[in-house]
Nanobody, 123 residues
């Protein structure tokens, strides 16, 4: 089992920045690729960013590319999502997730999920 706990969400004005953190505990964190997803009210959960388990190859949704950076610190069992130039449409609950294989954009590929952290961007 891997337990994931997100933090760092909050209320920010458009154009502002936030850094989300996801602390992992349980099985060896470095064995898992990690991802960030988000779900806005009335919408399906969608992929935001992903990072591989060892060499830190990163992937981004087109909607956040150039504005967000995913990173991981295996020594701290933590993955981060730095979000800049935030827009009101970025408002959502953000989830981190861990996977041992599969397609990085597919929700079904992820074995473990956190509880989520709310990000609200005001215009």
């Amino acid at each position: 089992q891997v337990q994931l706990a997100e933090s760092g969400g909050g209320l920010v004005q458009a154009g502002g920045s936030l850094r989300l953190s996801c602390a992992a505990s349980g099985r060896t964190f470095s064995n898992y690729a990690m991802g960030w997803f988000r779900q806005a009210p009335g919408k399906e959960r969608e992929f935001v960013a992903g990072i591989s388990w060892r060499v830190s190859v990163t992937y981004y949704a087109d909607s956040v590319k150039g504005r967000c950076t995913i990173s991981r610190d295996n020594a701290k069992n933590t993955v981060y999502l730095q979000m800049n130039s935030l827009k009101p449409e970025d408002t959502a609950v953000y989830y981190c997730a861990a996977r041992s294989g599969g397609d990085y954009v597919k929700i079904a590929s992820y074995n473990y999920w956190g509880q989520g952290t709310q990000v609200t961007v005001s215009s």
